[in-house]
């Protein structure tokens, strides 16, 4: 829970969704995930008035951490269902349920950032693209990634290096509807 309480709601946002989404084909419940997912969002009057006039927190007990992090978690889930990046499924059982991210969750999520394997292979590649002014986001998060494999930009939609490209950002730029508008070139094979 401490680890969480300095990250921005953004990172927060995009852990849940990676754990989310990474649990998602294990079927796990809720309940699973609350004990790998503790949240620390925000800081209350009364901690900052603790803080400043006495001198520290109040201390409290393991049950009522427990259930501070279980309401802000459920809150958490809330917040991704209204936006609607995540719903919840209902199981064969009617007092199970688990979350699965929606198209637009696993979107966000891939737009977030998400760690590649790029290595070097030696052999040249030019990138050239012509993504919409509509899905500015998605241009800006495909310029991001060629810089992560060290590829230069020789102008904004052209780009040159020396990695290859992973399978899975070729299947996200599928996924993103991105793949009719790049186009990656092989030099000197």
């Known amino acids: 829970m401490d680890g969480l309480i300095n990250k921005k709601r953004g990172d927060i ?41 006495r001198g520290g927190l109040p201390q409290k007990s393991k049950k009522e951490k427990n259930r501070e992090a279980e309401k802000c978690f459920y809150k958490m889930l809330g917040y991704l269902k209204r936006k609607g990046l995540v719903e919840k499924k209902k199981g064969k059982n009617s007092n199970c349920s688990s979350w699965r991210l929606t198209g637009t969750g696993k979107e966000k999520m891939i737009l977030m950032g998400r760690p590649y394997e790029a290595k070097k292979d030696g052999v040249r590649r030019i990138v050239i693209f012509d993504i919409p002014e509509t899905q500015r986001k998605k241009r800006e998060w495909l310029r991001e990634e060629l810089r992560r ?8 939609s052209v780009w040159i290096g020396e990695s290859a490209l992973p399978g899975d950002f070729i299947e996200d730029l599928r996924y993103l509807g991105l793949l009719d508008f790049v186009n990656i070139y092989r030099l000197g094979v």
């Open 13 to 53: 946002v995009h852990s849940l969704l990676e754990l989310i989404n990474k649990f998602e084909s294990k079927d796990s419940r809720s309940a699973g995930l609350l004990d790998l997912f503790m949240c620390g969002y925000g800081e209350s009057y009364r901690k900052l008035w603790y803080l400043a006039y």
């Open 149 to 156: 494999f060290n590829f230069e930009m020789i102008q904004k």
